[in-house]
């Protein structure tokens, strides 16, 4: 049984270039979650998505990103012209339907650099 | 600002010792509360979860909460070398039925 499955694992992007992270998660799970995780930092939760819908994402940065979970397909989550600063570990999670995501499985995680 | 601190470490211990891993919140209306494991590098990795007062044991692991002190914590067994990592406490305020607050963790070496 496959886990939490996020691609790619690292990425590059310059300064002002688009960053696409995927996530697709664990089979039977239809609530995404993605977190940051900065240098010496905790996870900080950005948003929380159900098969197209967007149910909190009272932690997104208000501009530059964006997050989806479209019907068919994985979870993206978007950054758009990236800075330095969204140099990060960016982590997805998923919980089955119906737990009210009592138990969070992490995904191996993105991990950006911006240069 | 809902808090969850731990102390940040190194915690080190010797081989075959009990690791003591302590964790304080400062929602008094969170409900669940998780430890998870990250070896540098990796995922975090869902350990214990507890969601009342007392003492939930598994394997070499024990998870303890008091609530009316706001206190979790995980107790390691016998440590081994391959339990040296970094230890997160997650907790979910009663706010809030997904969302998790963690600590910045605290890091375990466990010395042969």
């Known amino acids: 049984n496959a886990g939490v499955m996020q691609n790619p694992r690292h990425l590059v992007r310059r300064r002002g270039q688009e960053a696409r992270l995927r996530c697709s998660p664990m089979?039977?799970?239809?609530?995404v979650y993605w977190y940051r995780q900065l240098p010496e930092e905790g996870l900080k939760f950005m948003v929380y998505?159900?098969?197209?819908?967007?149910?909190?994402e009272s932690g997104m940065p208000k501009e530059r990103f964006s997050a989806e979970f479209p019907k068919e397909g994985p979870s993206i989550l978007r950054i758009q012209q990236v800075v330095r600063g969204d140099s990060a570990a960016y982590f997805c999670?998923?919980?089955?339907?119906?737990?009210?995501?009592?138990?969070?499985?992490f995904g191996p995680g993105t991990r950006l650099t911006v240069t | 600002q809902k808090e969850v601190e731990q102390n940040s470490g190194p915690l080190s211990v010797p081989e075959g010792a009990i690791a003591s891993l302590n964790c304080t919140y400062s929602d008094r209306g969170s409900q669940s509360f998780f430890w998870y494991r990250q070896y540098s590098g990796k995922s975090p990795e869902l350990i214990m979860s507890?969601?009342?007062?007392g003492d939930k044991e598994d394997g070499r692991f024990t998870a303890q909460l008091n609530k009316a002190s706001q206190y979790v914590s995980l107790l390691i067994r016998d440590s081994q070398p391959s339990d040296s990592a970094t230890y997160l406490c997650a907790v979910r305020s009663g706010g809030s039925n997904y969302k998790l607050t963690f600590g910045k963790g605290t890091l375990l070496t466990v010395n042969p």
């Open positions: 999670a998923s919980s089955p339907p119906g737990t009210g995501g009592y138990e969070q499985y």
């Open positions: 507890i969601y009342s007062n």
């Open positions: 998505l159900q098969k197209e819908n967007i149910i909190d």
């Open positions: 089979k039977g799970h239809s609530h």
